[in-house]
């Protein structure tokens, strides 16, 4: 059987990308910068501003149909000072039209008016259009000219090899995302087989127990299966792998919870899911009545959930 076609799954795939870059940020600018050990303060964390970007840029400007995530990031570096990354995930390419460029020199724009701090932004590229490659947006008129450049990674350009070579546990993401792009229309046990490479390839690498259950979400839904029962399959030959001790954690507990007290494992799972989206939204200061609406969750499962 054929995997679901690419519509019906971007949403999904864009949700993973953001939650996984806030798992693993760490990693990630260790895996683009060379030099990051040397130029990053980790010890004083980062700074996520979602909200402060929403409210410069909205994201229905991007356009219907637009695939894309943006994350603006804080970071401090070794010297003291404070810098501001933008980090720009094209999950669907929008070749001719100029949409990422002009979107990128805008964001630019409003950051640096509202902050006026040096500012970094990539783009990485993780869709399926080889000749799609984004780099700078350009503008002149009567001998005035303007040239905005930004950094860019394109996933399909990788080296299958040198990700799994590589023991930055971030490798393991672009490596989920490039053997989907190389694999469409891959059957349900073809897609199986990926997913139980990709888990191997993660747990090779040293990570804390929170990186590694983001990583596997990650790597288990970013590709979907066609039959839902799959998931089901593929979840329970990673359980025998790790014997009687699991280490999803606080999911697998959360789950095997609600399958003792009669909830079948696909509800499971969705009110596992509503629960992930109301830790977000409370995050991002969405009141708990607000949540409640929106998720149908009782107010005190709301309550009880920690950011």
């Not at 998720?295 to 005190?300: M, N, P």
Request: a neutral charge; proline letters at 3%.
């Amino acid at each position: 059987m054929k995997r679901i076609n690419t519509k019906s799954t971007s949403k999904q795939d864009d949700r993973l990308w953001k939650s996984v870059l806030e798992t693993v940020f760490e990693e990630f600018l260790l895996f683009i910068y060379p030099d990051a050990c040397d130029l990053f303060d980790f010890a004083r964390g980062v700074t996520y501003l979602d909200k402060e970007l929403d409210l410069l840029f909205p994201p229905e400007e991007g356009g219907k149909g637009v695939r894309f995530v943006d994350k603006l990031v804080k970071v401090y570096l070794k010297d003291g000072s404070e810098k501001y990354i933008l980090v720009h995930i094209e999950v669907q390419s929008q070749k001719g039209k100029n949409d990422l460029e002009k979107r990128m020199f805008r964001y630019f724009c409003r950051v640096k008016d509202k902050y006026d701090v040096p500012i970094t932004a990539i783009a990485v590229l993780a869709d399926d259009n080889a000749s799609y490659r984004p780099a700078r947006y350009q503008e002149e008129f009567l001998g005035t000219r303007l040239t905005y450049k930004f950094e860019t990674y394109k996933v399909l350009d990788q080296n299958e090899a040198d990700l799994r070579a590589n023991p930055n546990p971030f490798a393991v993401c672009v490596l989920t995302s490039l053997l989907a792009l190389k694999r469409k229309g891959a059957s349900d046990d073809e897609l199986k087989g990926m997913k139980h490479d990709l888990y191997d390839e993660m747990m090779r690498r040293n990570m804390v127990k929170g990186k590694r259950q983001g990583i596997y979400d990650f790597l288990t839904f970013f590709a979907h299966f066609e039959n839902p029962d799959m998931l089901s399959i593929f979840e329970n030959e990673v359980k025998q792998k790790q014997g009687k001790e699991s280490t999803m954690g606080t999911r697998e507990y959360l789950l095997d919870k609600a399958k003792k007290e009669g909830m079948d494992l696909e509800r499971a799972k969705a009110h596992q899911e509503k629960l992930e989206i109301a830790r977000e939204m409370k995050k991002d200061g969405i009141s708990n009545e607000q949540i409640t609406k929106f998720t149908k969750l009782s107010s005190v499962e709301i309550e009880k959930l920690k950011v």
